[in-house]
């Protein structure tokens, strides 16, 4: 089942001089069709402008379209009549995590957007504490936000999502201030959530190494969808990921030059170990050669 | 150009009988021509020290020498400090403000008492060496894609002829080609011009590429003033403190571990090839 439609979508905005006369019309999203299984981990790439951020705002109706259609578990964000209730399938992480903690102590940050969704207080309490759990913060419950590292307080904000129980989990950027260590943590704990719940994450990035263990990885340039595939299929091409102002994780990147240069290696390696793999096959074949 | 911090500790209680210190007890020095990283883990102390190096906050012990002068000592001009050692914030494309790029880029000469002609010359001087075109210059600042803000955030310091470029993650949030573009413009000013950088930044294969020298900061801290590679040697060490070395060095290391002779001190794409070629006799 598809989780996200979205059918010829179109989002235009107007530009204004000082005198408030309409001088352009920029399309930032141009004829995207795209479908999103329930339970799949996408990754969207592409330069800062593509459209990313845009597209990911129509999929929980921040964005409303100009042309097409978007359709979140079936609703259609234009026409439905319960706005709140459809975003609550879709929760989102931005870049900042400072931008999005409200609370003095962890649980009542938790614990905020399903009170504004009314849930009872017994039911609120099992909800925070599960959410905390499944983001390996359970013990950091009653501290305070600003004690805590980039990565730990983005994790607190994915268990704020949590708490609403999404289907959906939409991610901007929620790696890019972290150092190494949090930029890992905030990964693994979506790939589990994906694995062990079944939430579909679709996770938007500038690093290509968050991009490798995806289901799918998507690349947008000028508003449209430029390739669609599996992380080894997108990241065999290399040459036309970087007119798109992208670039591809190291290890294949390496391993791309070191083709160029007449190794014999496969196309999209992704991981260090396939690539030490493959280089022990070429040190053994030519050995006997 | 030598900017000294001299054993500097910074603590928000430096009178209570166990005193908590965000920095402790940190030396480096900085002259003209170097090209420096400043790497460690959320609440390293980053920020603190690059505000010790521009006399925005005053240690709690220790000493900020720039060319051998006390910077904290009465009557030292820090307004002439500010300019000659100029920062760079996270995001500094949100302190943008002026109807054009080029009243944006003039507003530090502005203020430093330049005539209107001094301010565009060196405004556009700034604007060449960032690599923005003559054709921004009336543009709206608002109207720019996300890396070229940066660049003209950039430039308004750079218009200031700082002797001391100190940059807080310029790269977060741009896209890889953004990045690239901003860390080659920082690259050659240093090349070039000879302005010292110091470069904050959370991205190990960035400083792999482009830094001589890495400062790791651990819990307040420095932990190691060293080159890249002699860094990176210390990999184990770096994950323990929310760090890592760039992929490349793990790949060398998975290499080493199945018998291929390569070095472990290869830290980019460029170098590691060349060592892999080498190893298979190509």
């Known amino acids: 089942m598809n989780i996200i439609e979205i059918l010829h979508l179109i989002h235009e905005f107007k530009e204004y001089d000082e005198n408030e006369t309409e001088i352009d019309t920029v399309r930032a999203l141009d004829d995207v069709t ?72 962890v649980e009542e940050d938790v614990a905020f957007g399903p009170e504004n969704l009314g849930v009872p207080t017994a039911e609120l309490e099992k909800r925070v ?52 260590v949090g930029r890992r943590e905030v990964i693994e704990t979506v790939h589990e959530l994906n694995r062990q719940e079944g939430i579909t ?20 340039d000028g508003g449209k969808l430029v390739m669609d595939g599996t992380p080894r299929e997108v990241f065999s091409r290399v040459e036309e990921l970087r007119e798109c102002r992208m670039t591809v994780p ?40 | 150009m030598e900017l000294t911090l001299k054993n500097v500790s910074y603590s928000y209680n430096p009178d209570a009988p166990e005193p908590v210190y965000a920095v402790r007890d940190v030396s480096l020095t900085i002259r003209s021509g170097d090209f420096a990283a400043l790497i460690g883990h959320t609440g390293s102390g980053k920020s603190t020290l690059i505000q010790f190096m521009n006399g925005l906050l005053k240690p709690t012990e220790g000493q900020v020498l720039f060319n051998g002068e006390d910077i904290f000592e009465k009557k030292y001009p820090l307004k002439t400090l500010r300019q ?76 200031m002829k700082p002797e001391c470029l100190i940059l807080d993650e310029p790269t977060a949030g741009l896209d890889p080609a953004g990045r690239d573009d901003i860390l080659g413009t920082v690259r050659a000013l240093s090349d070039e011009e000879g302005i010292a950088v110091v470069l904050v930044s959370h991205s190990m294969e960035d400083v792999a590429v482009y830094a001589e020298r890495l ?14 590679k002699a860094v990176f040697r ?49």
């Open chain 1, 201 to 220: 994450i679709v996770l938007i990035t500038h690093y290509m190494e968050e991009a490798v263990d995806a289901d799918r990885v998507i690349v947008m």
């Open chain 1, 250 to 289: 190291q290890v294949t990147e390496l391993s791309w030059e070191l083709k160029k240069e007449g190794v014999d290696l496969p196309d999209g390696i992704l991981t260090i170990g396939e690539l030490v793999e493959e280089l022990e096959k070429v040190r053994r074949s030519s050995v006997w050669n």
């Open chain 1, 34 to 105: 795209l479908s999103i299984e329930e339970g799949s981990f996408v990754t969207i790439l592409g330069h800062n402008g593509s459209g990313k951020s845009t597209l990911a705002k129509h999929v929980n109706a921040l964005l409303l379209p100009t042309g097409g259609t978007v359709l979140l578990c079936g609703e259609d964000t234009l026409k439905t009549k319960e706005l709140w209730q459809l975003r609550k399938n879709a929760g989102m992480v931005f870049q900042n995590p400072d931008n999005q903690i409200i609370a003095g102590i």
């Open chain 2, 84 to 159: 000659k050692v100029g920062l760079v914030f996270q995001y500094p494309e949100h302190q943008l403000f002026e109807e054009t790029v080029l009243k944006d880029i003039c507003f530090g000469p502005k203020n430093m008492g330049l005539s209107k002609e001094e301010q565009e010359e060196r405004a556009r001087h700034a604007m060449k060496l960032v690599g923005l075109a003559e054709s921004y210059e009336d543009k709206s600042p608002f109207e720019l894609s996300g890396g070229e803000k940066r660049r003209v955030a950039i430039a308004g310091v750079l218009a």
């Open chain 2, 234 to 282: 210390h990999y184990k060490e770096l994950e323990q403190i929310g760090l890592s070395a760039p992929q490349v060095t793990y790949i060398a290391h998975a290499l080493r571990e199945k018998g291929f002779d390569v070095s472990e001190d290869a830290m980019t794409v460029a170098e590691l090839k060349q060592e892999i070629l080498r190893v298979l006799g190509k």
């Open chain 1, 129 to 180: 504490e599960n959410a905390l759990e499944r983001v390996g913060m359970a013990a950091f419950r009653m501290n305070s936000p600003n004690r805590l590292s980039g990565g730990q307080k983005q994790r607190i904000a994915i268990a704020g999502m949590l708490a609403m129980k999404p289907k959906c989990i939409l991610m901007d950027e929620p790696t890019a201030m972290l150092d190494p």
């Open chain 2, 215 to 228: 400062f790791v900061m651990k819990k307040g801290e420095l932990l190691y003033d060293d080159t890249p």
